[in-house]
């Protein structure tokens, strides 16, 4: 939050963005997301995949340690064998995955 700014109402001080300048960045970001995967090869694809991939799971295990302060162990086992066991399902039955 910026120095000088006092928010009066709960409404004001709830808003994500207060700015036409913050609004204006917003949707530059949005239309450059829209727009990378007609612009991106496939190596650059992946890499986003990979990357939304752990940003997903990251923020999901922010909200389960962050705001309940639960312990999840769960979490890194799902995340740790999918990609183990993702090999061995494609190479024997690949047909039978897709």
Same mark, same amino acid.
């Given at each position: ?9 709960? /409404?004001?001080?709830? @808003? ?9 960045? !917003? @949707?530059?970001? @949005?239309?450059? #997301?829209? #727009?990378?995967?007609? /612009?991106?090869?496939?190596?650059? !694809?992946?890499? @986003?995949? !990979? ?5 997903? &799971? ?5 909200? =389960?340690?962050?705001?309940?302060? #639960? /312990? &999840? =162990? ?6 740790? #064998? ?5 090999? &061995?399902? &494609?190479? /024997? ?6």
């Amino acid at each position: 939050m910026r120095i000088g700014t006092f928010k009066e109402s709960y /409404v004001a001080d709830a @808003a994500l963005f207060d700015s036409r300048t913050q609004h204006a960045w !917003l @949707a530059i970001a @949005a239309a450059a #997301l829209l #727009l990378f995967p007609s /612009v991106a090869n496939d190596y650059w !694809l992946y890499m @986003a995949c !990979l990357v939304a991939i752990n940003v997903a &799971s990251s923020a999901g295990l922010n909200i =389960l340690t962050g705001y309940t302060g #639960l /312990v &999840s =162990l769960g979490q890194a086992a799902f995340m740790g #064998l999918g990609p183990t066991r993702w090999p &061995s399902c &494609s190479c /024997v039955g690949a047909r039978r995955w897709h």
